[in-house]
Structures are given as C-alpha cells and as structure tokens.
C-alpha cells in the first residue's frame, strides 16, 4: 500500500490543474494553526475550491512538493485507519528532507474514513502546516469537528454556484446593470438560474440531459449519504420521503402528516424514523430546516420547521414540468444567500399572518424579509400585512419585499417597505429610486 501512496502522491505533484477555474465568492477566514473545512452538499465544488487553492499557492511560489492532496473517495484505494499514517510515511521516504511542519494537507472527503478526527489532532499536534477538509457531513465537519478537536476548526459552507457567480462563469459583469441590452441579459440568466439552480455541470446542456444529471446526483446523495453512511436498508421509504420533502420546498414539514400519508398507502415505516431522515438530510446538506421566530429559544426550538432543498434545479428535476413553483423557488434563493453567509434565520407567524424570513445576528434582528413572485391584486394584501405584522412585533420600522422583477417603495403605519427584484439584491444593487 506504501507503494501505492507514493505513486499517488507524486503524481498529484506532476498533474497539471485545470486552467479555468471560475472564482467562487468564499473566503476563508485567516486564522493561523487552525484547520479549515469546507462544507457543503457534493458536486457543488469543494474539490475545484481545493484545486484553485493548490493552484494560487504554486502561482505565488509553492514547490507542489510541499502539497499533498488526497481525495479520501478515491475509487482505486480502499482506505482505513491505517491509511493515515501510511500516508504520511510514503510522503517521507518520498521526500525525506522536507519536514511535515512545511507541506501544506488537502484532504477531500476525509470523514469516509473512520478516526479521521485523531488523526487530524495527531497531525496538528506534531507541527503540521495548513490543513485543509472538505466534506459533505454537516455533522462530521462542523459540529462534531469541532467538539472532538477543541476549537481548533474553523467551518466554511460552500453550495452551488450563486447567482453573481453564475454570471462569472457566463463572464457577465454586473456594472451598469441599466442598460437595456444588459439588463435582458441578466434577466435571461436569472431565469435559468431560477429554474436550474447553481450546478455548473447542467448550465449548458439541455433539459432531459440537465434533467437526468440532477436526477443521478439526488441518486447518489441518496446511496451514499442516506443510505450506506447510516447503514439504513429501506431505500423505498427513504426515496419517498426524499421526494416529499422536494415536493413541499419552502413548506412547513409535518411528520406525523408524512406518516399517515405513508400508512394510508401501505408503505411501511415509524415517526421515529422519519424524524431521523430529516436529520440525515439536513446532516447531507440535501436540504435546510428553519424554525420560527420566538423571543424564548425552547419555543423556537419546539416549532414545527419550513424545509428548503439546497439547489432550485432539484425541484425542477423531480417534479412535474407544469408545477406552478416559481414563487417556492424565489424563496429558495433567498434562503440559500442566508446559508451561503451562515447567517442564522427563521420564519415569522402569527395566525394568518408570516413573513418568510427573520434574519438575526446574535439574537438581535437585521432584517425582515417577504418573497414573492409578484404583487397583484390576490396576494397584495396578504404578503404586506404579513411584513407590517412583523415588524410591528419586533419594533422593526423598515423591511423588504423581494419580488421577481418589481421595484417600489411602499409607506405603511408601521414602516417603510422597500420592493425590490431578487435579482439585484442578489447582486447586492442598491435600489433604483
């Protein structure tokens, strides 16, 4: 196996790396002696982030001896435990002058392998330079790291492309967004990026083959980050409740309704387990759960949840093509820039009154937030009450209504509600007024 490593190892310093690698808008926080993991679904570019890192190093001087970058999924190699120190000891007979405290770790995918999070602690402990993870486990790489290695982690999310990142990949600017020839321009963009999601791999194809990449990428979520990684041996039940929690985007979950549903047509299964599977969606970053807005955190806490898929392409892909859905996927949008930030939020409710997202910083409110697809006269009054209401009740005197293309100012006894397209406060565009 020692053999193989080395062979593994050098040929990554040989490779040549992509030469367009698109810009992703993620910054990780400079923090000396910590170790830095990269969070996020699979396929949304956590190796390329990787690869773009490796890359910038070399540009900027580093020997590519001095980088060892294994991808812990590598198909030809069936790591263990034992893996970790073989590793090691292949890149040292390999080069036995260059000291662990000068290479830089790249481990991709690295909780596939059991006790990875001691052999990290070990690795910093005996003076390694930078490590770099990356994974799709919520749990592994953000709770659970950071508990096992004491604070010594510091967690970044990485999802599928932005909307803002899209438009680089198309090589788009966003300067003078007024213009007319433009402004169609961005607005053809976004309407693919509303219905097809941030993916790079289906922007330009057409629609069974989009359609069929996103169907195999759920396939494979729901194989190995259901399924095997938590052992769990009823695949029907579980693709069922994949796609019921596809088919209620940006709904309230309710699980005991997702019980008696699945009772009354005979598939057999408990409430304890359909609980489980949401964690392990959530723990797969398949989809997000947010809870509702309460001043007292064991209220918040005790809500029934709104559940969001992590890309607007997996609702196109799995569900009907005449799916009236375009709202849902608005708001979908809107949820995932919370998530891409890490920002923590909730949704508000009080009767028939909700504002789709409170977002907050340490407990205090930064901003109220309505979606809809468009203002008219069946809903005009419904989503403004909801907004007012909120911020009524959280003495907020200003807040936002995001819309697909309509922009306005609206003055009401409770405050002032700027109307704006999602699309420019995607592109963080100031308002047009």
């Avoid at 006269?377 to 007012?388: A, C, F, S, V, Y």
Wanted: glycine share 6%; hydrophobic share 35%.
């Amino acid at each position: 196996m020692s053999t193989l490593f080395k062979h593994l190892i050098a040929d990554f310093h040989e490779r040549k790396l992509p030469d367009e690698i698109v810009p992703r808008d993620l910054e990780l926080p400079h923090a000396l002696g910590k170790i830095q993991s990269i969070i996020g679904p699979r396929r949304a570019g956590k190796t390329t982030y990787l690869y773009s890192m490796i890359k910038q190093a070399r540009e900027g001087g580093a020997d590519p001896r001095h980088q060892i970058y294994i991808n812990f999924e590598d198909e030809r190699f069936s790591f263990n435990r034992e893996s970790f120190q073989q590793i090691l000891d292949a890149y040292q007979q390999l080069y036995p002058d260059i000291a662990l405290k000068d290479v830089s770790f790249y481990f991709d995918e690295i909780q596939e392998v059991p006790g990875w999070e001691k052999f990290l602690h070990r690795l910093q402990n005996e003076g390694s330079g930078e490590i770099y993870v990356t994974g799709s486990s919520a749990t592994l790489l953000s709770r659970e790291i950071a508990s096992r290695l004491r604070g010594r982690t510091l967690s970044s999310t990485l999802l599928p492309f932005s909307f803002r990142e899209r438009l680089r990949y198309f090589d788009i600017d966003t300067d003078n967004i007024y213009a007319a020839s433009k402004r169609n321009r961005l607005l053809a963009q976004f309407d693919q990026h509303l219905h097809r999601g941030g993916y790079p791999e289906v922007f330009e194809v057409d629609q069974p083959t989009f359609i069929r990449i996103l169907q195999e990428y759920g396939d494979v979520l729901l194989y190995r980050d259901i399924l095997e990684r938590h052992n769990l041996h009823n695949p029907h039940v579980v693709r069922e409740f994949m796609l019921r929690l596809i088919a209620n985007n940006s709904k309230l979950v309710s699980v005991n309704k997702l019980y008696n549903d699945f009772r009354s047509r005979g598939v057999s299964t408990s409430k304890d387990t359909l609980y489980g599977l949401i964690d392990h969606f959530v723990d797969a970053y398949a989809i997000f759960q947010i809870k509702k807005y309460d001043r007292s955190v064991a209220r918040r806490e005790q809500s029934q949840s709104k559940v969001y898929v992590n890309d607007t392409g997996y609702a196109t892909a799995y569900r009907p093509a005449f799916s009236n859905d375009a709202g849902q996927k608005l708001e979908t949008l809107v949820l995932l820039k919370f998530m891409e930030n890490q920002q923590e939020v909730f949704y508000f409710n009080r009767g028939r009154r909700e504002c789709d997202f409170v977002v907050t910083d340490r407990d205090e409110i930064i901003d109220l937030i309505q979606v809809c697809y468009e203002l008219n006269d069946d809903n005009r009054k419904r989503e403004i009450q909801g907004l007012t209401t909120a911020m009524k009740e959280t003495g907020r005197d200003h807040g936002l209504l995001l819309t697909y293309n309509e922009e306005d100012q609206l003055d009401t006894e409770a405050g002032q509600i700027q109307v704006l397209p999602t699309w420019k406060w995607l592109l963080g565009q100031e308002p047009e007024l």
